[in-house]
């Protein structure tokens, strides 16, 4: 897993956040290790968004505090404009903080009652003493309100957080993190959560970010929406990296056999069409993986070869990368 | 809606909860007939009133809740007079069995598999022990789950494995209706697309007929013979799967079936504005006005009722006649 994943990068600029081998291990009872995250390396490159993908088990989630650096890896790096994320202080630290920015989905659920959206949305600006005049930072709420379409601002800035929708408060807890004016967002499942008639509103607003060229990392089981708002789609199992590549090839042509069980799985909306578990059982412990390939005692298509011999990250086609020893 | 296949009729449900914010209006006024052999699927935001009308159909609504109804006849019975004691022995379970939602976490932790199957049966028929327990051994081999686990306490087994031990547990009393509410939303979409084979082997397997409540107007697609949409405490439009995807009548229908992504294609999404409302202070008229792009003055004011259209097809729309299919 030594190869950095093609994401197309821009001449003359690098990526923003990198990782290289990623490696998180827990330790747990009797001796025993689980790799969360196993090897895994890709970039985030400046003014493009980044899905990924995969199901509770996947590492995803602690893929993404790493690159917060709440997690701190057991082996690999993670950088931010080049810098080692763990060895950043005092001046480079708070200035890493700002400008990387985690939208947590609902963090709102044990607010103070009290808390108005000009709180809620200065908060982090506040704390960092970034700006203190009430003019600049109500300058900044009404700017990042814009961006999340909570409009006319002057219409919800002093509205109380807990009057306000589901919705609503999810295109808050983005602006909070719009506020900081970040260099990348990392968010957790901004949308699945939503209910139906309210989440378009979500996706149209993670649409307008990316034309505007905010980069942005989504993390997510949700292969159906992050379609619409990412241009790089990784997929992972078992901590591991299966396949990655533009968004919109990687869903409508799947490489790995899971990727292909991941798509067949997802329902549409159209009663002519069922959906299909091409995967068998369940994701293995992660503590325990399977020989091989990771996937093999689910995979429709596994040999004996895959038992035995671990498939590496390689380029499948043009731009298109998978493991798997048949992928074609 | 008369049926004259009818297994489960429900006639003018209503639940009110007491809330101290005053009551707040769950269910107003629903009537549906599910036929025999039929899935029903029911769909609807979350406070739509979807799990409520669930409980209220089983008499299981919690102390601050109040219901009334014309009739709710399971099997041909009228359940609104009976006692909580013959409900027990006669109806629930035996006749009609509920998975409830995030079931997952309905089992009892302190207890093994097998042992919250004997629980089960024994608060509504009298039968062995050991009988129970084959029997359950025999369901969990048919929705995929090693009988040995019967010997497992809950939290041994994956998500994947407690939702089809509740399915399971539902059928031990061979019930010829089940109500299932949300069984797949916390699991994952491989684990989702097997619990809904499963189920769809069960219920031709058993000859179930079944409400399959979702908020995911997807998986209903997948599911259903014929699909109720509710909205703040209504239902809105009743038609089969087909009809609903393909002729929806009532906008708030046509604006959730384009607010839902398809992973086949790359057509852009939209979304209904505004939210769904608060139901101790619902609007007047058309409870889904204010966010309606073809609102009329009648809309602010009156409520329009469930309606008949050709093809077996209801919708509570005063402009319905604009989207019916001649």
Known sequence: MGEAIAVSQPRGSGPILETRDLKVQFKLKGGHKLSAVDGVTLSIVRNQSLGIAGESGSGKTTLGKTLLRIQKPTTGTVKFEGRDVTKLRGKELREFQRSVQMVFQDPFDAIDPLFTVFDAVTEGVRVGRIEKSRDKLEAIVSDALKRVQLSPPEEFIHRRITSLSGGQRQRVAIARSLAMNPSVLVLDEPVSMLDASVRGGVISIMEDLKKSGTTFVTITHDIATVRFFTDTLVVMYLGQVVETGATKDVVSDPLHPYSQALIAAVPVPDPSYHVKSLAKGEIANAAAPPSGCRFHPRCPYAQERCRVEEPKLREVRKGRFASCHFAQ | ?326
């Open chain 2, 1 to 326: 809606m008369p049926s004259a296949t009818s297994i489960l009729s429900v006639r003018d449900l209503h639940v009110t909860f007491s809330t101290p914010r005053g009551p707040l209006y769950a269910v107003q006024g629903i009537s549906f007939d599910l036929g025999e052999g039929e899935t029903m699927g029911l769909v609807g935001e979350s406070g739509s009133g979807k799990s409520t009308l669930a409980l209220g159909i089983l008499r299981l609504l919690p102390l601050n809740g109040k219901w009334t109804a014309k009739s709710i006849s399971v099997m041909g019975q009228d359940v609104v007079s009976m006692s909580e004691r013959d409900l027990n022995s006669a109806v629930r379970w035996t006749k009609l069995a509920y998975v409830p939602q995030a079931s997952q976490n309905a089992l009892d932790p302190l207890y093994r598999v097998g042992d919250q199957f004997v629980e089960t049966v024994a608060a509504h028929a009298k039968v062995e022990r050991e009988d129970v327990l084959k029997k359950a051994g025999t369901l969990l081999e048919q929705v995929g789950v090693d009988p040995a686990k019967l010997q497992s306490y809950p939290w041994e087994l994956s998500g994947g494995q407690k939702q089809r031990v509740m399915i399971a547990m539902a059928l031990i009393l061979e019930p010829k209706i089940v109500i299932l509410d949300e069984p797949t939303t916390a699991l994952d979409t491989i684990i989702q697309a097997q619990i809904l084979e499963l189920f769809k082997q069960m219920r031709s397997f058993q000859k179930l007929s079944s409400i399959f409540i979702s908020h995911d107007i997807s998986v209903i697609s997948n599911i259903a013979d014929r699909v109720g949409v509710m909205y703040a405490g209504s239902l809105v439009e009743m038609a089969s799967v087909s009809d609903i995807f393909k002729n929806p009548i009532h906008p708030y229908t046509q604006g959730l079936r384009e607010s839902v992504p398809d992973v086949r294609k790359n057509k852009p999404i939209s979304f209904i504005p505004g939210t769904p409302p608060d139901m101790v202070n619902p609007p007047p008229g058309c409870r889904f006005h204010p966010r309606c792009p073809y609102v009329q003055e009648v809309c602010k004011k009156s409520d329009p009722p469930l309606l008949p259209y050709p093809g077996d097809h209801y919708a509570a729309c005063h402009f319905a006649e604009r989207w019916v299919k001649q």
